[in-house]
Every structure is written in C-alpha cells, then in structure tokens.
C-alpha cells in the first residue's frame, strides 16, 4: 500500500531547454545534474545535438533536453538546429527559457519570444547569468508580458526566476517550481541513468568541446568530428575519431606545429574520457578535408547530426 501511494505521489515529466546561443543552456543542466552531460563553451551553437540528462528527487524525476540555440539567420547547419531545438518543444510537459540577462532583448531573442508565444506549453523563464548583471532583467519580462498581452493570449509563463548557472544561485527554488508544474506519473528511466544520449556522441562531444575551447573562434563551425570506432577491452578503451573540415588550410591550423595543437586537443580529451569509461583511453585523432560538409546532408547524417 505505502509503495502505491508512493507511485501515486510520484512526479515525473520530459522539460526542454531552449533559448537564443550561448545563454547558458548547457552549463544550466549540466550543473543541475551535478554531472556533465552536454559541452560547455563560449562558442555559440556548441550543442548541436537534443540531450536528455535525467534528475532523480526522492518524489520526482525530471528529463532534460537541452537543444542548439534557436537562430534568426539560415545555414545548412544552422537551419537543422533550429530543426532540432523546434521539436523539443513537442511532446514535453515543460519549456525552461532561458535568457541572459547581462545583455539586453535583442531581434534575435523578440524572434524566439515570437516563436514561444505561439506554443500551449506552460513555461518558467529563467533568468540566467545574475552573477555578471542584472541590468536587464526587468528588460526581458516586459518585453515578453508586452508581447503576450499584443496577441491578446494566455500567459503560460508560470515563474519567473533569476539564476546563476554558474554559480548555482538560486537552482533550489528553479527545481521545486520544475517539479510543481510537472504531472503524476511513475519514472520513465532508472535511478541510474544520467542521459540516454548515444555513447559514440558524447565522445565525438568531448573532443569537439576540446576542439572549441582551444580553437576560440578561429574556424569552429568549420570543424566537425566522427567518432568511427569505440572498442572496449578489459584495461582500456580504443577510440578513432576524425575531424573533418573544409579546407586544407584549415587541417594545417588543427595540426598545429610539428602536430602539437592536435596532441594538446587530444591529451584533454583523452583525460575527460578515462573519468567517462573508468578506464585508461587509447585516442587515435585524424584530421581530414572534407569540403562543404555542413552542405551534404548525407554527410550530416553519418555525423550524427541528423540522429533526433
């Protein structure tokens, strides 16, 4: 009986994550989660994939999916993100919308307001990056309540609330409003799963975060990564990875100096892949020219980027 009216009890509910490029979707759930599920970098469009990360509470079980930024322009690559982060507002209980609220509302945040207001999901926007400025805080709720009240329709946005991913500030109160909002329903995953995100995708992340995070913005978006081979064995894990890119140029910039940018790249990366595996990582990288690949979407689909 008490494991009844405990199920009874029980919340459960998938919760997307959007908001424009670099507002801190990533770092938000991966410090939610207390584990690192999704990239982090101060390059925009890091996320290129929809990662679920799984937070079990004692009475509660929240599935994340984090998503690429929503952009205002049209690329191959950039339209297929928007793609990606316009389904995950399908089929979940819950939009977290995240804004930066160190900047101000610029054309790119009124088009995913424009677009938010169209939905019948209720929300919680999330005030992120406090620990920088607040200076535009009271900036974005106006301009998002102005807008509802043009269209004359409900406002679905439930809480508003300040945080700092970052820091952690203020994550409490974002968890137990995620929770409220959510419905009753039994688990959907076990305690535990952190993230049902492919295991060959969360490695070709890594080495792509280590990518981004060393390149700055040099050719970023230029750089795509394939993992072709994951092989466990009893005392390490053997991993062939290719960067591709678009020009020969470019290939000599991810080489580095008698190969040094490359041995760096792929040292940080092997050391994040022996936490994920509990083992030593043997990490074999080649970088490859494969011109306008961001164009062929059968290449796009071999990368993965076509998975969701």
């Given at each position: 009986m008490d494991e009844i009216l405990e199920r009874r009890n029980f919340k459960?509910?998938?919760v997307a994550i959007l908001g424009r490029p670099n507002v801190g979707k990533s770092t938000l759930l991966n410090t939610l989660?207390?584990?690192?599920?999704s990239i982090v970098s101060s390059i925009p469009q890091t996320t290129r994939h929809q990662i679920r990360g799984v937070l079990n509470l004692?009475?509660?079980q929240i599935i994340f999916v984090d998503t690429p930024g929503i952009h205002s322009f049209k690329k191959e690559l950039a339209t297929h993100l928007n793609v990606v982060a316009k389904r995950s507002t399908q089929e979940v209980e819950l939009l977290l919308y995240v804004v930066d609220v160190s900047?101000?509302?610029?054309?790119?945040?009124?088009?995913?307001?424009?677009?938010l207001s169209s939905q019948d999901t209720q929300m919680i926007m999330v005030l992120n990056k406090i620990d920088i400025s607040k200076d535009f805080l009271n900036q974005y709720i106006e301009r998002w309540q102005k807008l509802i009240k043009a269209k004359g329709k409900e406002d679905l946005v439930k809480y508003y609330i300040p945080i700092s991913a970052k820091k952690g500030t203020n994550l409490d109160r974002l968890k137990e409003a995620i929770v409220e909002l959510l419905p009753f329903h039994p688990p959907f995953y076990d305690r535990e799963t952190l993230t049902d995100f492919p295991l060959k995708l969360r490695v070709q992340d890594t080495i792509r975060e280590k990518l981004f995070l060393n390149l700055k913005e040099e050719l970023p978006h230029s750089v795509a990564v394939?993992?072709?081979?994951?092989?466990r064995k009893e005392n390490i894990v053997y991993?062939?990875?290719?960067i591709y890119v678009n020009r020969d140029s470019q290939k000599k910039i991810l080489i580095g100096k008698e190969g040094r940018f490359i041995k760096e790249v792929g040292k940080l990366a092997r050391e994040e892949l022996e936490v994920l595996f509990g083992k030593k990582v043997y990490l074999?990288?080649?970088v490859k020219v494969l011109r306008n690949w961001q164009k062929k979407p059968?290449?796009?689909k071999e990368l993965g980027y076509w998975w969701v």
């Amino acid at each position: 009986m008490d494991e009844i009216l405990e199920r009874r009890n029980f919340k459960s509910g998938f919760v997307a994550i959007l908001g424009r490029p670099n507002v801190g979707k990533s770092t938000l759930l991966n410090t939610l989660l207390g584990g690192k599920v999704s990239i982090v970098s101060s390059i925009p469009q890091t996320t290129r994939h929809q990662i679920r990360g799984v937070l079990n509470l004692e009475n509660a079980q929240i599935i994340f999916v984090d998503t690429p930024g929503i952009h205002s322009f049209k690329k191959e690559l950039a339209t297929h993100l928007n793609v990606v982060a316009k389904r995950s507002t399908q089929e979940v209980e819950l939009l977290l919308y995240v804004v930066d609220v160190s900047r101000s509302v610029g054309k790119e945040e009124e088009v995913i307001m424009n677009f938010l207001s169209s939905q019948d999901t209720q929300m919680i926007m999330v005030l992120n990056k406090i620990d920088i400025s607040k200076d535009f805080l009271n900036q974005y709720i106006e301009r998002w309540q102005k807008l509802i009240k043009a269209k004359g329709k409900e406002d679905l946005v439930k809480y508003y609330i300040p945080i700092s991913a970052k820091k952690g500030t203020n994550l409490d109160r974002l968890k137990e409003a995620i929770v409220e909002l959510l419905p009753f329903h039994p688990p959907f995953y076990d305690r535990e799963t952190l993230t049902d995100f492919p295991l060959k995708l969360r490695v070709q992340d890594t080495i792509r975060e280590k990518l981004f995070l060393n390149l700055k913005e040099e050719l970023p978006h230029s750089v795509a990564v394939e993992v072709e081979e994951v092989e466990r064995k009893e005392n390490i894990v053997y991993i062939k990875a290719n960067i591709y890119v678009n020009r020969d140029s470019q290939k000599k910039i991810l080489i580095g100096k008698e190969g040094r940018f490359i041995k760096e790249v792929g040292k940080l990366a092997r050391e994040e892949l022996e936490v994920l595996f509990g083992k030593k990582v043997y990490l074999e990288l080649e970088v490859k020219v494969l011109r306008n690949w961001q164009k062929k979407p059968r290449i796009l689909k071999e990368l993965g980027y076509w998975w969701v």
